[in-house]
């Protein structure tokens, strides 16, 4: 099996969280138009698009600060999931912490890879 190069693998990084960023904006608009009964559902949707999207601006930039916006991204997906299951009781409590963990788990390898891509690009002293 060939190793991606790094720039193929920001390219699909960006390209995944940018997809995911386009899927939550579909959710919000449904959550909007079909009448969400709560603000805390459309908000953490809303949070999770913009922290994808923030993340892939600073990959794509080669920021800093993109980490940032990955636990952010986790973080609010985290949540979010916890709400619909418990909160509002519309998915299994199983479904809601195995997709909280796979964002997580996605984050995870996201922010590891970045690590080791600076630690490329920059030599230690």
Do not use: K, N
């Amino acid at each position: 099996m060939r190793s991606v190069e790094p720039t193929s693998a920001a390219i699909l990084i960006v390209i995944a969280l940018l997809l995911f960023a386009a899927y939550q904006l579909h959710v919000l608009t449904s959550l909007l138009v079909g009448g969400s009964t709560t603000i805390v559902l459309p908000l953490g949707v809303a949070l999770q698009g913009a922290a994808a999207f923030l993340a892939a601006i600073g990959i794509a930039g080669v920021y800093g600060w993109a980490t940032v916006a990955l636990l952010v991204l986790a973080g609010t997906a985290l949540a979010t999931q916890i709400y619909r299951a418990f909160g509002l009781g519309i998915v299994p409590w199983l479904d809601a912490l195995a997709r909280a963990l796979a964002v997580i788990l996605g984050v995870m390898v996201c922010v590891v890879w970045l690590r080791w891509r600076s630690s490329r690009r920059s030599p230690r002293r």
